[in-house]
């Protein structure tokens, strides 16, 4: 028999569990390495997680490279990079929702908040004069914050 001490540590105990399985999703990480397969909406959660589940795009500076090519030097912002969970990379894209370009990050940057990365090389149609970027977490996949930039000469 238990006391009613025991009953209520274990229902806190309880609790705590199913609200853990809740905030991580109690999944299994994908094994897949495109990453046109990570989700891009946010985990069942309310929007005021967010920034626990996505990277936010905070700076974008866009320079010409070449004939329809383009450099990328993108400041990311995500305050809960730990090497368990990080954003793991951000990509370009068209007005249309077309991937244009993707720079993948191999670790996390916990110790360098805000952190800029660039891509250089990153091939953009004519007629293209303005792209979006957004980050990727590497367990919820696309979100947070974007920034729109105009491209330089078009």
Known sequence: MTSPAQSR??????LALAVTFAVTGCS????SSST????????????????????DVEHVEVSESGTNTFDFAV???????????YADGWRVLSPDGAVLGEHTLTHDHASEQPFTRTQSGVE????????TIEGRDQTNGYGGTTVAVE???R
Do not use: N
């Open 28 to 31: 299994a990480a994908s094994t």
């Open 75 to 85: 400041t990311i912002s995500s305050a809960y990079d730990t090497p368990e969970q």
């Open 36 to 55: 046109s397969e990570l989700s891009s909406s946010p985990p069942a959660s309310s929007s005021s997680d967010a920034a626990t589940f996505f990277p």
């Open 151 to 153: 491209l330089p000469g």
């Open 9 to 14: 540590t274990f229902s806190v105990a309880a």
């Open 124 to 131: 953009i149609p004519e007629g293209i004069a303005e792209v």
